[in-house]
């Protein structure tokens, strides 16, 4: 018979996204009870007759929605899964597709189809010499093969032609727009593990699930949003396969940043009333100075600078926070936040534009979505509650967090952590979402990779519990090895100029073991040591009066007491040369445990222990503090003695191997009084930019 690769390229994941988990089970139990009689002519075309009557036809260079059945659903139906289902049956064990075939049965989940790799890569048949199923990947696209992940095809071979041809004049058109402005991408080429080319871009994941087959490629936005990323898409692979063909992940940058004149020309209107916010201080800042970053917001926002926007939301926060006397104000954080967007101007003005975040959405509603809880955080004072709950997106291999924050009412009591859990978005309780799995078709998400559920009667979200079972996890989320985790974490660039996501340390850790377990009282904090098959990071978690039973929770499932400990999830992050992970879950035998919904009041251990301080790690945040009384105090109201700290503090740093930090403070003390507004706004930032970056770099 005529081998068809459009159809045995359809493995059962992409059949699951082109229509949902629900609709593959049912074809699946249909076929296996009654399987359809499958016929094939010669120019390719199949057709398959149900015992029902109803008859699915699928012509050769027509994609599986398209393709007519008789049952008359205008979206991927039963019969049409079921077809291609048939179809591959027959196909992987030689029968003739004139004659019924044998039903076929469910692979495990996430395992792609075995078809032969000369029909997955779009050649005519080929004499197999091989085994697919068994042999390696093929990296370099030498032609040998490697399952389904060759390598013999590339997205970046669809023309200018085929995507206008398939979005359209007015969704090219678009695409060509956010090409000029420049984006940053993600691209996945395909793996035995997953045969998919795909690629992240900003707030959607495209997938190209069947190989030289533009109609297949998949955006897991809703249908009628975002119909430029397919067309962006294509473009970050051309770019990737011109940089190395053989790397199974790169990011890429994509359009002639040069064009992104209107974002740098937006961020430079933040720097004027940085300049007066640094000369009269936040505690002395007029009441005019709100509304002059408040129309700077606006011109950030008109020219899609999405990082520079939300830094400056922050920043205003902070302004609010300190005028209302609010616990929320922190001194440190607002410094930073004037810094980052010093940071981004400069970065932007040399061309770096992908630091403006001007390829991203605000907004993007997301398609059919399976998403895996990884746990949740609780936050807050006695003004405010904020609960996050993260969740792993396997498909587009990366964490979306959805957030909620609860004000107190004066005089009121904060809602306990346990309170927060039962609380509900749509028909969830957070607890839930925290620990399940989540299926939802009402996904919104964010540039920052927020995600809200909203509430549909038609598009609706279900919850099911977990197992705790992320082995299929992709690597991006699943980590293994520690020691690689950490050589990623160091190599990649500044926190201030990288995109403003939520999550973005979120991992999950498959453990191999746990020991050292032990409570620090002075600083009411519990430490541990992580084992995973390969590297070991500390566990760390402070109390919080936010969540009060976490400690006592999180001790107990370490030790083993509920089961041997199988994964962590967490904030996984570099301090002083070494990780840490900050839990999020923990997954025992079949369950998993959120600490910081946990009920158990923490008993406090007696003690007296100080914490310990690394003198360079203490030098340093000295330093951090003294700059930040700058824009707190205001440059024209800083006391004499400051000049005199900053001095000291300027020797301390050179005393522990520091020395062009120490410069850069000496040259902040010594030319603050006499430099003109911007100049003095660029010697503050130097400083404090140089501090935050050393610390982050310990």
Same mark, same amino acid.
């Given at each position: ?38 016929? *094939? ?123 206008? *041809? ?16 420049? $984006? ?31 109609? $297949? ?24 396969? *011109? ?7 790169? !990011? ?153 924050? +609860? ?68 690597? !991006? ?7 690689? *985790? ?54 760390? $978690? ?24 199988? $994964? @962590? ?11 840490? @992970? ?90 603050? +009084? ?25």
């Amino acid at each position: 018979m005529t081998m068809r690769p459009d159809l045995l390229a359809l493995t059962d994941d992409s059949l699951i996204a082109l229509a949902n988990r629900g609709i593959f089970k049912r074809a699946v139990k249909e076929n296996a009870t009654t399987p359809p009689a499958v016929t *094939e002519s010669q120019d390719g075309t199949v057709e398959v007759t149900f015992s029902d009557g109803i008859r699915t036809t699928l012509p050769p260079g027509t994609t599986l929605e398209a393709s007519p059945c008789t049952c008359a659903a205008n979206t991927v139906c039963r019969h049409r899964v079921m077809a291609v289902l048939a179809y591959r049956a027959s196909a992987e064990t030689g029968s003739d597709a004139s004659e019924p075939d044998a039903p076929p049965t469910e692979p495990a989940r996430g395992e792609a189809a075995t078809v032969p790799a000369d029909a997955i890569s779009g050649d005519k048949a080929k004499p197999r010499t091989d085994d697919a199923s068994t042999s390696p990947p093929d990296p370099a696209g030498t032609g040998e093969r490697g399952g389904s992940a060759s390598r013999e095809w590339s997205p970046a071979e669809f023309t200018d032609e085929h995507l206008r *041809e398939l979005l359209g004049a007015r969704a090219f058109t678009a695409a060509r727009r956010a090409h000029r402005a420049g $984006y940053r991408a993600k691209v996945h080429r395909p793996t035995v593990a997953d045969p998919v080319p795909s690629v992240e871009l900003s707030a959607v994941t495209v997938r190209f699930l069947v190989p030289n087959e533009i109609g $297949y490629a998949r955006a897991d936005a809703a249908r009628g949003s975002r119909t430029d990323a397919i067309a962006l898409a294509v473009w970050a692979y051309r770019v990737a396969d *011109e940089l190395d063909a053989t790397a199974e992940s790169l !990011e890429v940058t994509v359009g002639a940043s040069a064009d992104g004149s209107a974002a740098v020309a937006a961020t430079a209107t933040v720097l004027p009333p940085l300049a007066d916010l640094l000369n009269d201080g936040v505690a002395h800042a007029g009441p005019d100075l709100a509304g002059v970053f408040t129309a700077a917001g606006r011109a950030l926002d008109s020219a899609g600078a999405r990082w520079p926007y939300d830094a400056l939301g922050d920043l205003l926060d902070q302004l609010a926070a300190y005028r209302d006397r609010s616990a929320r104000h922190d001194p440190l954080r607002t410094a930073a936040l004037m810094a980052e967007l010093v940071a981004r101007g400069r970065a932007s003005a040399r061309d770096w534009v992908p630091v403006l975040g001007t390829e991203e959405s605000a907004q993007t509603p997301l398609r059919h979505l399976r998403l895996t809880g990884l746990g949740a955080n609780v936050t807050g004072d006695s003004e405010s509650r904020s609960v996050e709950v993260y969740f792993a997106h396997p498909e587009a291999r990366i964490v979306l967090t959805l957030h909620h924050t +609860v004000t107190v009412a004066d005089g009121a009591e904060p809602p306990s952590a346990t309170a927060l859990a039962a609380r509900r978005t749509g028909s969830a309780r957070y607890s839930d979402l925290a620990a399940g799995n989540v299926v939802t078709e009402s996904a919104v998400r964010s540039a920052n990779r927020t995600v809200r559920l909203a509430n549909s009667r038609v598009a609706r979200t279900s919850v099911l519990p977990s197992s705790g079972d992320w082995s299929k996890l992709p690597p !991006e989320l699943l980590v293994t090895d520690l020691d690689a *985790e950490a050589t990623r974490l160091a190599a990649l660039p500044p926190s201030l100029i990288r995109p403003r996501v939520r999550g973005e340390s979120i991992r999950a850790v498959a453990v191999s073991e746990i020991t050292d377990i032990h409570y620090l009282p002075g600083e009411q904090r519990l430490e541990a040591i992580l084992h995973a098959p390969t590297g070991s990071a500390l566990i760390t $978690y402070t109390h919080s009066s936010a969540t009060p039973g976490a400690l006592d929770a999180l001790a107990h499932t370490l030790s083993g007491e509920a089961g041997p400990v199988h $994964y @962590l999830a967490g904030s996984l992050e570099r301090q002083h040369g070494r990780l840490t @992970l900050t839990p999020t879950a923990v997954v025992t035998d079949s369950k998993v445990h959120v600490p910081a919904f946990a009920a158990t009041d923490h008993q406090l251990q007696p003690g007296t222990a100080l914490p310990h301080q690394d003198p360079l790690a203490a030098t340093l945040a000295s330093a951090l503090s003294l700059t930040a009384e700058v824009p707190h105090r205001g440059r024209r109201h800083l006391p004499p003695t400051w000049y005199d700290r900053a001095a000291e503090t300027s020797t301390a740093l050179r005393r522990v191997g520091l020395r062009a930090a120490g410069e850069s403070l000496t040259a902040l003390h010594r030319q603050l +009084v006499t430099a003109n507004d911007s100049a003095a706004l660029a010697l503050w930032a130097d400083a404090h930019l140089r501090l935050l970056i050393t610390t982050e770099q310990l």
